[in-house]
């Protein structure tokens, strides 16, 4: 199966749609009156709908296992035809779109066979998805026209001694959505990252490297005393990521927050835990420049 253990979990819903017709008026008048021998159709096909949003990834070799938290059909009939819909809903990683489409199939074809001795044209159409939401995709950020600078903050790499790839990763995450990426490497000093917090005139400001607890890790603490703002649920939900992932994520002192209409980070110096937090947080976090939008120059 592909591999969403990068993603978070957020409300997913979909609904799909399916087209039982029926080939004649008596049809629809036993549907309507229960009088269909094998029994209530409406009420049997919902629950082997709800058996089929279920077993989904039991026949569907690459849907993931995810908690159904909401199933919902819908039955509406216009002249010889039986539209069904369903809509899904989870709060998971991943989509239910598939689970609505297999749904809504399962009851369109218990359907069929309740109806197929009573009415030999009844057939099964159009089977789709109507309409889904959730995920990264719901959820626009404008990027156009904004900056970045990734700072690197390490002795060793700024000394030339150790080669730097935390830096170079949140660059490249940084240009796939579309934010134009300055580079810097800076020793771990105090006055080098307050400098660069007051003076840089970037939209946004990553600073990699420490955010530990060691004696040199002085990041958050140059960071946090210049920042107007902090932005205390995007730090809390970067280090519940990590923590969700790896034990040790409760160490980072990770710091987010606004300067002067700017974003301000402090990520951690691991190639891993810089990721994590980025994935955490972007590219949702970018809609505080919609908020701000008002107060910034242009």
Do not use: W
Not at 133 to 147: H, I, M, Q, R, V
Not at 221 to 226: F, K, M, Q, T, V
């Amino acid at each position: 199966m592909v591999d969403i253990t990068h993603k978070t979990n957020t409300l997913r819903i979909a609904t799909a749609r399916a087209i039982v017709k029926t080939s004649s008026k008596e049809t629809i008048e036993l549907l309507e009156n229960d009088q269909i021998p094998k029994g209530n159709v409406f009420e049997m096909a919902k629950a082997a709908g709800l058996l089929g949003v279920k077993k989904t990834p039991d026949l569907l070799p690459d849907c993931h296992p995810l908690p159904i938290e909401s199933t919902n059909i819908e039955y509406e009939i216009q002249g010889l035809d039986i539209f069904i819909n369903m809509t899904v809903k989870t709060i998971y990683k991943t989509g239910v779109e598939v689970e609505a489409m297999h749904g809504v199939s399962v009851v369109a074809l218990t359907m069929y066979d309740m109806l197929k001795p009573v009415d030999k044209g009844v057939e099964i159409s159009t089977i789709k998805l109507l309409k889904k939401s959730g995920g990264k995709s719901s959820f626009k950020t404008k990027t156009e026209g904004l900056t970045a600078l990734v700072v690197v903050c390490s002795d060793s790499v700024s000394q030339g001694k150790k080669e730097d790839k935390s830096g170079k990763l949140i660059v490249s995450k940084m240009e796939s959505f579309g934010l134009k990426t300055d580079y810097k490497v800076i020793p771990d000093e105090h006055s080098e990252i307050e400098k660069l917090v007051k003076e840089s005139e970037n939209d946004l400001v990553i600073f990699t490297g420490g955010t530990g607890v060691g004696p040199r890790d002085v990041t958050p603490d140059a960071i946090r005393p210049l920042l107007d703002t902090t932005l205390a649920g995007v730090e809390e939900q970067m280090r519940r990521y990590g923590q969700d992932r790896m034990p040790y994520a409760m160490l980072s002192r990770s710091v987010a927050g606004i300067k002067d209409n700017r974003i301000i980070l402090g990520l951690p110096g691991s190639t891993k835990g810089a990721e994590e937090c980025i994935d955490s947080v972007f590219p949702h976090l970018l809609h505080v420049f919609q908020v701000l939008k008002g107060k910034r120059h242009d």
